[in-house]
Nanobody
Framework: QIQLVESGGGTVQAGASLRLSCTAS?????MGWFRQAPGQDRKFVALYTKSGSYSYGVGSGRFTISRDIPKNTVYLQMNNLLPGDTAVYVC???????????????WGQGVQVTVSS
């Protein structure tokens, strides 16, 4: 069974930085991040494929995704955080390269990121 374990959320002031981590047990897949704010759909944040390519959605230009293949861990470095970045950030893993949450098979529990003004 594939499990995704996230860490690194928290409450920060606008302009601060946070780094999220997600470690997968089991087979290596494409791994990425989505976020979901209250009352909103889950939105694509970033993806790092097992072949080494990456792409960004919301937060592009301020967020950087990286991956440690041997550790099966993906990181999301978030800089210059804004109150609009407040959401639950959820790690996802799957065999497809997609920006849609519906295409991912495995999900973490999510970590809360709260950015105050």
């Amino acid at each position: 069974q594939i499990q995704l374990v996230e860490s690194g959320g928290g409450t920060v002031q606008a302009g601060a930085s946070l780094r999220l981590s997600c470690t997968a047990s089991g087979v290596t897949f494409n791994m990425g991040w989505f976020r979901q704010a209250p009352g909103q759909d889950r939105k694509f944040v970033a993806l790092y494929t097992k072949s080494g390519s990456y792409s960004y959605g919301v937060g592009s230009g301020r967020f950087t995704i990286s991956r440690d293949i041997p550790k099966n861990t993906v990181y999301l470095q978030m800089n210059n955080l804004l109150p609009g970045d407040t959401a639950v950030y959820v790690c996802a893993a799957g065999s497809v390269t997609s920006y849609s949450p519906y295409d991912y098979n495995y999900w973490g529990q999510g970590v809360q990121v709260t950015v105050s003004s």
